[in-house]
Structures are given as structure tokens and as C-alpha cells.
């Protein structure tokens, strides 16, 4: 099966369920990776030195370890790991007095102005690397099938979150696609905005007694959605 292939069946998979077809596989991904990495690979030595660089996963990602229900033992020996590899660094134990604080910390000062001092990152989250490289492949997929093939299935899903449409519209490389993603989008947010503005008017005291639907009622939460993504659901 051709890469293509594969990311257009995850395409189609996607878009049978609803909200953003692309944070579904997004998701997918960080969920297979840490799986993988719970159940085998905590101690591999390429992903603990990679790991050790950053201190971690990120926040992100670094939560979702703890929605595997019972694999504990994974996220405690990675971040046993961590907190010594932080510690190691607070303490300059290997090496006194060669680096300063700020340094080994990865501090970066602000100069002049009012900004705020940051850590600056050492890299990126592997986790975020491997969503970002399937989502891609799967952004060309629903870009290169939308028009008479996809458009039907994601407008039914309620179209992309913002992230996922900006990225989308980046790699549309005709103005036909693009226009039919516009669209598709505009009538999905213009239906979101109509079961928000009457789930905002039957609150009013005058109109109480007319009955909250069901689509008004999930409105709120796919708002949420719709700017922000999906995120895997905590215990
Ligand atoms: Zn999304
Ligand atoms: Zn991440």
C-alpha cells in the first residue's frame, strides 16, 4: 500500500466519526507512540538519551502517558529518569563551576525591554514530531481528494478545528480546493454559530419554556473544538 493510500484510508476513517477528522489521526498517532512506549520501550537507550535532552515529552503528551490505564510503571521510570537528569543539571554535578546556572538550566536572559526571561526549548516533543509528520501526509490526502470525493464526508464530521483548516489551506494547491474547503468550512461554523446564538436565547427568562436541543446542548463543547482541537479525554 502506497503512503498516499494509507493516509487517504485514515482520511476515511476519520471523517466517520465527528469533529476534526485530522486531530482524530493526530491523536491516534500520540496514542500508538506511547503505547508502544509504555509497554516496551521505556529503557531504549536512542529515545531515553533524546528524552534526557528535553527533559521529557511535552506537557501535552506528557499527560496523555497518564490516560493508559494501567501502565504506571512506563511513565514512573521515564520520569524517574527525567527529575535525576533535572536535578543533575540544578546541581552541576558533573561538571562544577564550568557552565552557569542559567546556562545548564537552558535560561535564556531577555535583553533590555520587559520580556521576561524563558527556558529555551532543547527541541521538539517526539511525540508532537511523529502527530505533525502523519498529519501532514494526511492534510495532502484530504486537500488532493476533497473536491467530489471527501467534501461530503467532512462536512458531515463539522470540518477541521482552525489549526488543522490554516494548515489545510496552506497545502491546497489549486483555487477550486480552496474554495470548496472555504465553503465547506464557513457553512460548518455558521451552523455552530446559530445553535450557539439560540442556546444563548432560550437561557434568557422569556423564552425559557422553549426546549434546548440536543444540537444546541453539544454546540458549546464543539466551539471549544472548533478553535481549539481535540484533546484525548484525562480519567
Ligand atoms: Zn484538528
Ligand atoms: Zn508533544
Not at 90 to 116: E, F, H, I, M
Not at 139 to 163: H, I, M, Q, S, T
Amino acid at each position: 500500500m502506497s503512503t498516499r493510500s494509507a493516509s487517504y484510508q485514515d482520511i476515511v476513517r476519520a471523517t466517520e466519526q465527528p469533529g476534526c477528522p485530522l486531530c482524530h489521526i493526530g491523536q491516534k498517532t500520540a496514542h500508538s507512540y506511547l503505547d508502544n512506549l509504555l509497554w516496551g520501550s521505556v529503557n531504549d537507550p536512542e529515545l531515553r538519551a533524546e528524552l534526557d535532552k528535553l527533559l521529557g515529552f511535552c506537557g501535552k503528551h506528557s499527560r496523555q502517558m497518564m490516560t493508559f490505564q494501567g501502565e504506571r510503571l512506563g511513565v514512573a521510570i521515564v520520569h524517574h529518569a527525567m527529575l535525576k537528569e533535572a536535578l543533575r543539571r540544578l546541581q552541576n554535578v558533573d561538571a562544577p563551576q564550568s557552565r552557569s546556572l542559567s546556562q545548564r538550566l537552558g535560561l535564556r536572559k531577555s535583553v533590555g525591554g520587559d520580556t521576561p526571561p524563558v527556558i529555551e526549548p532543547a527541541g521538539q516533543c517526539p511525540v508532537c514530531a511523529k502527530q505533525a509528520e502523519i498529519e501532514a501526509r494526511a492534510l495532502d490526502a484530504l486537500v488532493e481528494n476533497l473536491v467530489d470525493d471527501l467534501d461530503g464526508p467532512l462536512r458531515e464530521a463539522g470540518g477541521l478545528c482552525w489549526e488543522h483548516l490554516g494548515l489545510a489551506l496552506q497545502r491546497c494547491r489549486d483555487e477550486p480546493t480552496q474554495a470548496a474547503l472555504v465553503e465547506l468550512q464557513s457553512a460548518a461554523w455558521s451552523e455552530l454559530v446559530e445553535h450557539l446564538g439560540e442556546f444563548i436565547r432560550k437561557r434568557d427568562y422569556r423564552f425559557q419554556h422553549e426546549q434546548v436541543t440536543e444540537a444546541e446542548a453539544a454546540s458549546i463543547g464543539q466551539s471549544i473544538e472548533a478553535l481549539t482541537g481535540q484533546y484525548p479525554p484525562v480519567d
